[in-house]
Protein backbone atom coordinates (compact mmCIF):
# COMPACT_ATOMS: atom_id res chain seq x y z
CA UNK A 1 0.00 0.00 0.00
CA UNK A 2 1.57 3.68 -1.25
CA UNK A 3 -1.04 5.72 0.64
CA UNK A 4 0.19 5.09 4.00
CA UNK A 5 -2.39 8.72 5.16
CA UNK A 6 -4.69 8.14 7.78
CA UNK A 7 -6.81 10.84 8.81
CA UNK A 8 -7.89 10.50 12.68
CA UNK A 9 -11.42 12.74 13.06
CA UNK A 10 -12.94 14.11 16.39
CA UNK A 11 -16.04 16.47 14.98
CA UNK A 12 -17.05 19.50 16.31
CA UNK A 13 -19.68 19.62 19.33
CA UNK A 14 -22.59 21.51 17.42
CA UNK A 15 -23.32 24.05 15.32
CA UNK A 16 -25.85 25.84 16.55
CA UNK A 17 -23.49 27.35 18.96
CA UNK A 18 -25.50 26.51 22.16
CA UNK A 19 -22.59 24.20 23.98
CA UNK A 20 -19.46 24.90 25.90
CA UNK A 21 -17.24 26.10 23.05
CA UNK A 22 -14.73 28.52 24.55
CA UNK A 23 -15.34 27.26 28.21
CA UNK A 24 -14.19 23.85 27.97
CA UNK A 25 -12.63 22.51 25.15
CA UNK A 26 -11.13 18.85 25.37
CA UNK A 27 -8.14 17.60 24.39
CA UNK A 28 -8.59 14.53 22.05
CA UNK A 29 -6.34 12.02 23.59
CA UNK A 30 -8.11 9.12 22.33
CA UNK A 31 -6.50 10.17 18.92
CA UNK A 32 -3.49 10.98 19.86
CA UNK A 33 -3.16 7.11 21.06
CA UNK A 34 -3.83 6.15 18.13
CA UNK A 35 -1.29 8.71 16.44
CA UNK A 36 1.30 6.72 18.39
CA UNK A 37 0.06 3.38 17.77
CA UNK A 38 -0.03 4.34 13.87
CA UNK A 39 2.89 6.11 13.88
CA UNK A 40 4.80 3.09 15.64
CA UNK A 41 3.63 1.05 12.83
CA UNK A 42 4.88 2.73 9.81
CA UNK A 43 1.34 5.23 9.07
CA UNK A 44 0.87 8.89 8.62
CA UNK A 45 -1.67 9.86 10.48
CA UNK A 46 -3.07 13.29 10.71
CA UNK A 47 -5.45 14.46 13.52
CA UNK A 48 -8.35 17.24 12.29
CA UNK A 49 -10.52 17.84 15.66
CA UNK A 50 -13.80 20.19 14.96
CA UNK A 51 -13.50 21.76 18.04
CA UNK A 52 -10.62 23.89 17.37
CA UNK A 53 -9.87 23.62 13.90
CA UNK A 54 -10.03 26.87 11.14
CA UNK A 55 -10.23 24.95 7.98
CA UNK A 56 -13.37 23.15 7.28
CA UNK A 57 -13.40 18.99 7.20
CA UNK A 58 -13.97 18.41 3.32
CA UNK A 59 -10.97 20.58 2.68
CA UNK A 60 -8.54 18.95 4.77
CA UNK A 61 -10.04 15.65 3.41
CA UNK A 62 -8.97 16.72 0.13
CA UNK A 63 -5.83 18.17 1.30
CA UNK A 64 -4.19 15.32 3.05
CA UNK A 65 -6.19 12.27 0.79
CA UNK A 66 -6.23 10.06 2.86
CA UNK A 67 -5.80 5.92 2.34
CA UNK A 68 -8.50 5.83 5.74
CA UNK A 69 -10.52 7.78 7.92
CA UNK A 70 -11.55 7.10 11.83
CA UNK A 71 -14.23 9.34 13.33
CA UNK A 72 -14.83 9.31 16.83
CA UNK A 73 -17.69 11.43 18.82
CA UNK A 74 -20.46 11.31 21.72
CA UNK A 75 -23.87 10.76 21.26
CA UNK A 76 -24.60 14.35 20.39
CA UNK A 77 -22.01 13.54 17.55
CA UNK A 78 -23.12 11.20 15.57
CA UNK A 79 -24.76 13.22 12.82
CA UNK A 80 -21.28 14.87 12.61
CA UNK A 81 -19.58 11.41 12.35
CA UNK A 82 -21.88 10.10 9.59
CA UNK A 83 -21.23 13.38 7.56
CA UNK A 84 -17.78 13.09 7.67
CA UNK A 85 -17.78 8.84 7.08
CA UNK A 86 -20.13 9.78 3.67
CA UNK A 87 -17.41 12.44 2.76
CA UNK A 88 -14.39 10.10 3.01
CA UNK A 89 -16.31 7.57 1.51
CA UNK A 90 -17.20 9.44 -1.20
CA UNK A 91 -13.25 10.22 -1.86
CA UNK A 92 -13.05 5.99 -1.59
CA UNK A 93 -11.30 6.44 1.98
CA UNK A 94 -11.84 3.16 4.25
CA UNK A 95 -14.09 4.29 6.82
CA UNK A 96 -13.78 3.61 10.32
CA UNK A 97 -16.06 4.79 13.29
CA UNK A 98 -15.21 4.42 17.09
CA UNK A 99 -15.42 5.87 20.25
CA UNK A 100 -17.77 6.26 23.65
CA UNK A 101 -20.87 6.69 21.57
CA UNK A 102 -19.84 3.16 19.07
CA UNK A 103 -18.82 1.29 22.20
CA UNK A 104 -22.66 1.14 22.89
CA UNK A 105 -24.69 2.37 19.63
CA UNK A 106 -22.40 0.26 16.78
CA UNK A 107 -25.49 -0.78 15.23
CA UNK A 108 -26.43 2.79 14.54
CA UNK A 109 -23.25 3.10 12.54
CA UNK A 110 -23.99 0.00 10.36
CA UNK A 111 -24.35 2.26 7.02
CA UNK A 112 -23.08 1.44 3.66
CA UNK A 113 -20.53 3.86 3.55
CA UNK A 114 -18.89 3.07 6.85
CA UNK A 115 -16.64 0.10 6.64
CA UNK A 116 -15.76 -0.99 9.81
CA UNK A 117 -17.03 0.27 13.63
CA UNK A 118 -15.05 -0.66 16.85
CA UNK A 119 -16.30 -1.45 20.42
CA UNK A 120 -13.74 -2.13 22.17
CA UNK A 121 -10.97 0.47 23.44
CA UNK A 122 -8.60 -2.03 21.72
CA UNK A 123 -6.93 0.20 19.22
CA UNK A 124 -4.29 -1.85 18.00
CA UNK A 125 -7.33 -3.77 16.14
CA UNK A 126 -6.90 -0.49 14.06
CA UNK A 127 -3.80 -1.35 12.32
CA UNK A 128 -5.21 -4.79 11.60
CA UNK A 129 -7.67 -3.37 9.61
CA UNK A 130 -5.30 -1.11 7.78
CA UNK A 131 -3.51 -3.95 6.71
CA UNK A 132 -6.25 -6.42 6.15
CA UNK A 133 -4.72 -8.79 8.74
CA UNK A 134 -6.95 -11.36 11.13
CA UNK A 135 -10.15 -9.27 11.42
CA UNK A 136 -12.26 -11.91 12.67
CA UNK A 137 -9.74 -11.64 15.96
CA UNK A 138 -9.80 -7.55 16.55
CA UNK A 139 -11.49 -7.27 19.69
CA UNK A 140 -15.19 -5.92 19.43
CA UNK A 141 -14.56 -5.27 15.59
CA UNK A 142 -17.92 -4.97 13.46
CA UNK A 143 -17.34 -5.66 9.80
CA UNK A 144 -19.01 -4.40 6.61
CA UNK A 145 -19.54 -7.13 4.55
CA UNK A 146 -22.28 -5.50 2.12
CA UNK A 147 -25.19 -7.11 2.38
CA UNK A 148 -24.30 -8.05 6.26
CA UNK A 149 -22.50 -7.05 9.66
CA UNK A 150 -20.34 -9.41 11.51
CA UNK A 151 -19.96 -8.40 14.99
CA UNK A 152 -17.03 -9.96 16.72
CA UNK A 153 -16.79 -10.52 20.56
CA UNK A 154 -15.83 -7.47 22.59
CA UNK A 155 -13.77 -7.87 25.52
CA UNK A 156 -12.40 -5.67 28.43
CA UNK A 157 -9.09 -4.06 27.70
CA UNK A 158 -6.51 -3.45 29.65
CA UNK A 159 -5.36 -0.29 29.95
CA UNK A 160 -1.76 -0.61 31.09
CA UNK A 161 -1.45 -1.90 27.30
CA UNK A 162 -1.76 2.07 26.23
CA UNK A 163 1.58 3.51 25.07
CA UNK A 164 1.83 6.79 25.28
CA UNK A 165 -0.45 9.39 23.36
CA UNK A 166 1.58 11.68 20.90
CA UNK A 167 0.52 14.93 21.94
CA UNK A 168 2.01 17.46 19.05
CA UNK A 169 -1.81 18.35 17.93
CA UNK A 170 -2.16 19.59 21.90
CA UNK A 171 0.97 21.89 21.39
CA UNK A 172 -0.01 23.13 18.39
CA UNK A 173 -3.57 23.88 19.30
CA UNK A 174 -3.45 25.87 22.72
CA UNK A 175 -6.85 26.21 22.91
CA UNK A 176 -7.77 23.10 25.21
CA UNK A 177 -8.98 24.62 28.25
CA UNK A 178 -11.28 23.95 31.30
CA UNK A 179 -12.67 26.79 32.32
CA UNK A 180 -10.26 29.63 32.84
CA UNK A 181 -6.70 26.57 32.98
CA UNK A 182 -5.90 26.66 29.63
CA UNK A 183 -4.28 24.67 28.14
CA UNK A 184 -5.00 22.14 29.45
CA UNK A 185 -3.86 18.53 29.10
CA UNK A 186 -5.72 15.32 29.51
CA UNK A 187 -5.27 12.22 30.86
CA UNK A 188 -6.66 8.94 31.72
CA UNK A 189 -5.59 6.41 34.31
CA UNK A 190 -8.94 3.98 34.43
CA UNK A 191 -11.77 2.75 32.24
CA UNK A 192 -14.95 2.59 33.44
CA UNK A 193 -16.10 3.18 36.91
CA UNK A 194 -16.77 0.86 39.60
CA UNK A 195 -19.90 2.60 40.61
CA UNK A 196 -23.63 1.40 38.95
CA UNK A 197 -25.23 5.01 38.88
CA UNK A 198 -28.75 4.34 36.64
CA UNK A 199 -28.76 7.22 34.57
CA UNK A 200 -24.74 6.62 33.66
CA UNK A 201 -23.70 4.48 30.64
CA UNK A 202 -20.02 4.78 31.60
CA UNK A 203 -19.88 2.14 33.98
CA UNK A 204 -21.32 -0.56 31.00
CA UNK A 205 -17.75 0.88 28.88
CA UNK A 206 -14.80 -1.51 28.63
CA UNK A 207 -17.60 -4.28 29.03
CA UNK A 208 -18.25 -2.80 32.18
CA UNK A 209 -14.33 -3.56 33.74
CA UNK A 210 -12.61 -1.26 35.57
CA UNK A 211 -9.35 -0.89 34.49
CA UNK A 212 -6.84 1.22 36.23
CA UNK A 213 -2.91 2.14 35.22
CA UNK A 214 -0.01 1.91 37.79
CA UNK A 215 0.08 4.91 39.32
CA UNK A 216 3.58 6.00 38.83
CA UNK A 217 3.23 5.25 35.50
CA UNK A 218 0.62 7.94 35.53
CA UNK A 219 2.86 10.47 37.44
CA UNK A 220 5.71 9.87 34.71
CA UNK A 221 3.43 10.76 32.06
CA UNK A 222 2.55 13.61 33.90
CA UNK A 223 6.24 14.77 34.46
CA UNK A 224 6.43 14.60 30.85
CA UNK A 225 3.56 16.87 29.77
CA UNK A 226 4.74 20.39 28.50
CA UNK A 227 1.59 21.79 30.20
CA UNK A 228 0.86 23.28 33.77
CA UNK A 229 -2.99 21.84 33.71
CA UNK A 230 -3.72 18.28 34.00
CA UNK A 231 -7.57 17.30 33.55
CA UNK A 232 -8.06 13.49 35.10
CA UNK A 233 -10.67 12.48 32.28
CA UNK A 234 -11.33 9.37 34.79
CA UNK A 235 -15.24 9.04 35.61
CA UNK A 236 -14.15 8.30 39.13
CA UNK A 237 -10.17 9.62 40.09
CA UNK A 238 -10.97 9.72 43.54
CA UNK A 239 -10.41 6.14 44.25
CA UNK A 240 -8.55 3.78 45.96
CA UNK A 241 -6.96 5.59 49.20
CA UNK A 242 -3.64 3.74 48.34
CA UNK A 243 -3.34 4.54 44.88
CA UNK A 244 -3.72 8.53 45.75
CA UNK A 245 -1.35 7.87 48.56
CA UNK A 246 0.90 6.63 46.27
CA UNK A 247 0.74 9.58 43.68
CA UNK A 248 0.45 12.13 46.80
CA UNK A 249 4.19 10.72 47.61
CA UNK A 250 5.01 10.88 44.10
CA UNK A 251 4.20 13.74 42.84
CA UNK A 252 6.20 15.11 45.81
CA UNK A 253 9.15 13.14 45.61
CA UNK A 254 9.79 14.29 42.21
CA UNK A 255 8.94 18.15 43.00
CA UNK A 256 5.94 18.21 40.30
CA UNK A 257 4.30 21.73 40.04
CA UNK A 258 0.78 21.73 38.43
CA UNK A 259 -2.88 22.16 38.77
CA UNK A 260 -5.44 19.39 38.74
CA UNK A 261 -9.01 19.05 37.82
CA UNK A 262 -10.79 15.51 38.47
CA UNK A 263 -14.04 14.07 39.16
CA UNK A 264 -14.56 12.76 42.54
CA UNK A 265 -17.40 10.87 44.37
CA UNK A 266 -19.18 13.15 47.24
CA UNK A 267 -19.11 9.54 49.50
CA UNK A 268 -15.45 9.64 48.89
CA UNK A 269 -14.59 13.46 50.15
CA UNK A 270 -16.74 13.27 52.78
CA UNK A 271 -14.99 10.86 54.60
CA UNK A 272 -11.33 11.69 53.40
CA UNK A 273 -10.59 15.22 54.50
CA UNK A 274 -6.92 14.89 55.67
CA UNK A 275 -6.11 13.00 51.94
CA UNK A 276 -8.39 16.15 50.29
CA UNK A 277 -5.86 18.65 52.01
CA UNK A 278 -2.73 16.59 50.75
CA UNK A 279 -4.15 16.72 47.21
CA UNK A 280 -4.82 20.47 47.58
CA UNK A 281 -1.10 20.77 48.95
CA UNK A 282 0.18 19.33 45.53
CA UNK A 283 -2.40 21.67 43.37
CA UNK A 284 -6.05 20.37 43.48
CA UNK A 285 -7.79 22.62 42.32
CA UNK A 286 -11.18 21.82 40.42
CA UNK A 287 -12.91 18.82 41.79
CA UNK A 288 -16.16 17.86 39.76
CA UNK A 289 -18.43 16.26 42.23
CA UNK A 290 -21.73 14.45 40.91
CA UNK A 291 -23.85 15.65 43.57
CA UNK A 292 -26.66 14.99 41.11
CA UNK A 293 -30.55 15.85 43.48
CA UNK A 294 -30.98 18.02 45.90
CA UNK A 295 -33.25 15.80 48.07
CA UNK A 296 -32.30 11.60 48.85
CA UNK A 297 -35.50 10.18 47.21
CA UNK A 298 -33.88 11.00 43.90
CA UNK A 299 -30.43 9.50 45.03
CA UNK A 300 -31.64 6.57 45.74
CA UNK A 301 -33.69 6.30 42.91
CA UNK A 302 -30.12 6.70 40.95
CA UNK A 303 -28.85 4.09 42.65
CA UNK A 304 -26.30 6.70 43.86
CA UNK A 305 -25.16 4.71 46.91
CA UNK A 306 -24.59 8.00 48.74
CA UNK A 307 -26.99 10.96 50.34
CA UNK A 308 -27.54 14.47 50.51
CA UNK A 309 -25.42 14.22 53.93
CA UNK A 310 -22.16 13.09 52.02
CA UNK A 311 -22.78 16.05 49.22
CA UNK A 312 -23.29 18.56 52.32
CA UNK A 313 -20.05 17.51 53.91
CA UNK A 314 -17.79 17.05 50.66
CA UNK A 315 -18.97 20.77 49.32
CA UNK A 316 -17.99 21.81 53.13
CA UNK A 317 -14.57 20.07 53.04
CA UNK A 318 -13.88 21.18 49.56
CA UNK A 319 -14.89 24.79 49.87
CA UNK A 320 -12.65 24.82 53.71
CA UNK A 321 -9.83 23.63 51.85
CA UNK A 322 -9.79 26.24 48.53
CA UNK A 323 -10.21 23.58 46.34
CA UNK A 324 -13.30 24.76 43.46
CA UNK A 325 -16.43 22.34 44.03
CA UNK A 326 -18.20 21.47 40.89
CA UNK A 327 -21.00 20.39 41.59
CA UNK A 328 -23.23 18.44 38.95
CA UNK A 329 -26.59 18.26 39.09
CA UNK A 330 -29.55 16.39 36.95
CA UNK A 331 -32.95 17.84 36.80
CA UNK A 332 -35.27 15.04 36.33
CA UNK A 333 -37.80 14.58 34.08
CA UNK A 334 -40.25 13.92 37.15
CA UNK A 335 -39.63 17.42 38.73
CA UNK A 336 -42.04 19.81 39.65
CA UNK A 337 -41.67 23.31 39.69
CA UNK A 338 -40.15 23.40 43.59
CA UNK A 339 -37.59 21.04 42.60
CA UNK A 340 -35.61 23.19 40.51
CA UNK A 341 -35.99 25.96 42.98
CA UNK A 342 -34.73 23.21 45.43
CA UNK A 343 -31.95 22.94 43.84
CA UNK A 344 -30.65 26.57 43.67
CA UNK A 345 -31.46 26.78 47.22
CA UNK A 346 -29.30 24.07 47.60
CA UNK A 347 -26.19 26.18 45.54
CA UNK A 348 -27.01 28.70 47.43
CA UNK A 349 -27.07 27.71 51.18
CA UNK A 350 -24.06 25.25 50.74
CA UNK A 351 -22.07 28.24 49.24
CA UNK A 352 -21.17 26.19 45.87
CA UNK A 353 -19.34 27.91 43.86
CA UNK A 354 -20.21 26.39 40.50
CA UNK A 355 -22.54 24.57 39.75
CA UNK A 356 -23.35 22.44 36.33
CA UNK A 357 -26.97 21.36 35.45
CA UNK A 358 -27.67 18.53 33.42
CA UNK A 359 -31.28 17.30 32.06
CA UNK A 360 -31.99 13.88 32.38
CA UNK A 361 -31.45 11.61 29.48
CA UNK A 362 -31.88 8.01 29.00
CA UNK A 363 -28.74 6.77 27.37
CA UNK A 364 -29.66 5.05 23.74
CA UNK A 365 -29.53 1.74 24.02
CA UNK A 366 -29.91 1.49 27.98
CA UNK A 367 -32.79 -0.21 29.96
CA UNK A 368 -33.39 3.55 30.54
CA UNK A 369 -34.19 4.02 27.38
CA UNK A 370 -36.87 1.03 27.10
CA UNK A 371 -38.59 2.79 29.93
CA UNK A 372 -38.86 6.18 28.16
CA UNK A 373 -39.27 5.13 24.64
CA UNK A 374 -43.38 6.29 24.80
CA UNK A 375 -42.05 9.63 26.23
CA UNK A 376 -39.49 10.34 23.44
CA UNK A 377 -40.35 13.72 21.74
CA UNK A 378 -37.01 13.26 19.63
CA UNK A 379 -35.08 11.30 18.00
CA UNK A 380 -32.21 13.33 17.17
CA UNK A 381 -28.63 12.10 18.65
CA UNK A 382 -27.79 15.85 18.59
CA UNK A 383 -30.14 16.51 21.69
CA UNK A 384 -28.58 13.91 23.80
CA UNK A 385 -26.11 16.85 25.01
CA UNK A 386 -27.98 16.74 28.47
CA UNK A 387 -28.30 20.37 27.88
CA UNK A 388 -32.16 19.16 25.77
CA UNK A 389 -35.46 17.57 26.64
CA UNK A 390 -35.35 14.39 24.42
CA UNK A 391 -38.65 12.78 26.47
CA UNK A 392 -41.63 14.40 27.85
CA UNK A 393 -41.26 15.62 31.54
CA UNK A 394 -43.98 13.93 33.66
CA UNK A 395 -45.67 16.82 35.09
CA UNK A 396 -45.63 19.81 32.85
CA UNK A 397 -45.22 20.46 29.52
CA UNK A 398 -42.36 20.65 28.03
CA UNK A 399 -42.36 24.54 27.36
CA UNK A 400 -43.20 25.26 30.89
CA UNK A 401 -39.75 22.76 31.65
CA UNK A 402 -37.31 24.48 29.68
CA UNK A 403 -39.00 27.41 31.40
CA UNK A 404 -37.84 26.59 34.89
CA UNK A 405 -34.53 25.41 33.65
CA UNK A 406 -33.67 28.48 32.08
CA UNK A 407 -34.74 30.17 35.17
CA UNK A 408 -32.60 28.16 37.26
CA UNK A 409 -29.39 28.17 35.12
CA UNK A 410 -29.60 31.96 34.18
CA UNK A 411 -30.10 32.26 38.44
CA UNK A 412 -27.02 30.28 38.48
CA UNK A 413 -25.30 32.46 35.60
CA UNK A 414 -25.81 35.53 37.45
CA UNK A 415 -24.70 34.50 40.62
CA UNK A 416 -21.56 33.46 39.70
CA UNK A 417 -21.49 36.48 36.94
CA UNK A 418 -21.61 38.81 40.41
CA UNK A 419 -19.13 36.93 42.00
CA UNK A 420 -16.70 36.97 38.94
CA UNK A 421 -16.14 33.26 38.86
CA UNK A 422 -16.26 32.91 35.04
CA UNK A 423 -15.26 36.66 34.15
CA UNK A 424 -12.96 34.62 31.40
CA UNK A 425 -15.92 33.92 29.56
CA UNK A 426 -17.16 36.18 26.26
CA UNK A 427 -20.36 36.78 28.79
CA UNK A 428 -22.47 38.40 25.46
CA UNK A 429 -21.87 35.59 23.78
CA UNK A 430 -22.98 32.87 25.80
CA UNK A 431 -25.58 34.68 26.70
CA UNK A 432 -27.10 35.42 23.44
CA UNK A 433 -26.83 31.66 23.02
CA UNK A 434 -28.62 30.42 26.05
CA UNK A 435 -31.45 33.34 24.91
CA UNK A 436 -31.47 31.77 21.15
CA UNK A 437 -31.92 28.44 22.73
CA UNK A 438 -34.75 29.54 24.29
CA UNK A 439 -36.35 30.74 21.67
CA UNK A 440 -36.21 27.63 19.69
CA UNK A 441 -36.95 24.90 22.02
CA UNK A 442 -39.38 26.91 24.70
CA UNK A 443 -38.96 28.53 28.11
S1 LIG B 1 -19.97 7.33 40.06
FE1 LIG B 1 -20.11 8.74 38.32
S2 LIG B 1 -19.14 7.70 36.58
FE2 LIG B 1 -19.55 6.17 38.18
S3 LIG B 1 -21.51 5.25 37.62
FE3 LIG B 1 -21.92 6.92 39.06
S4 LIG B 1 -22.28 8.76 37.78
FE4 LIG B 1 -21.29 7.17 36.49
Redesign the pocket.
Known amino acids: MDNRKVLLVHPEISRTKYNFAGIIDNEPLELEYICTVLKDAGYEPYIWDGQVEEQPFVKRLAEVSPHAVYVCGRTRQENFMKEYCRAAKDIGCITMVGGLHAQHNYKRFYESYIDFVFRSFDIYGIVDVLENKALAAVNGLCINRGNRWVENEAAPFDIKRLPRPDRSYFYAHPRYRYLELQPCAHVRTAYC ?5 K ?5 RLNCGTYSARDIADVVDEIASIECENIYFID ?2 FLFGEKRLEEFIRLVKERGIHKKYVC ?1 G ?1 ADFISKHRDLMERLKEIGFYYVLV ?1 L ?1 AADDKHLYR ?4 SDLYANSAAVEILNDLGINAMGMFIVDLDFKARDFRDIAKWVRKHKLKHAAISIYTPEMNSELYDEYRSRLITRDPSHWDYLHVVAKPAHMSVRRYYMHYHILIGGLFLRAWRQGIYDFIDYKFFIGSIVKNMFRFGG
Open positions: CPYKCFCYRNDDYRGEYNKK
